[in-house]
């Protein structure tokens, strides 16, 4: 992938989310069994990440390892702060996470 091509993924998934994604960024996309679309991007040195859900009309929501919780609000229940989310989502957002975890960690 050139960085030509990168640059252009960057933008693609800015609009579509609404969100500042640039080359600083680890980003990713996941698209759902039901068309709703999820983003996710991790600046290097940032504490969080940030992610975003089609389904909650694109609302950042910051994340980090902890935050996808399983039963905490409902028994059996996935949840990222106030969203719920599915066993899917969770999966990716947790792959994303673990990715992204060397820009999170501070550099000496």
Do not use: P
């Amino acid at each position: 992938m050139t960085e030509d091509d990168q640059l252009a993924i960057e933008q693609l998934l800015a609009r579509l989310c609404g969100g500042a994604i640039t080359g600083k960024d680890y980003a990713g996309y996941f698209l759902n069994e039901h068309g709703e679309e999820l983003v996710f991007a991790q600046r290097r040195g940032e504490k969080t990440a940030r992610f975003w859900h089609s389904d909650a009309d694109w609302q950042m929501f910051r994340v980090s390892d902890h935050s996808i919780r399983v039963g905490s609000v409902m028994d059996g229940v996935i949840t990222v702060g106030d969203l719920i989310i599915n066993r899917h989502e969770a999966t990716w957002l947790s792959s994303c996470l673990a990715a992204s975890r060397h820009l999170r960690q501070k550099h000496s």
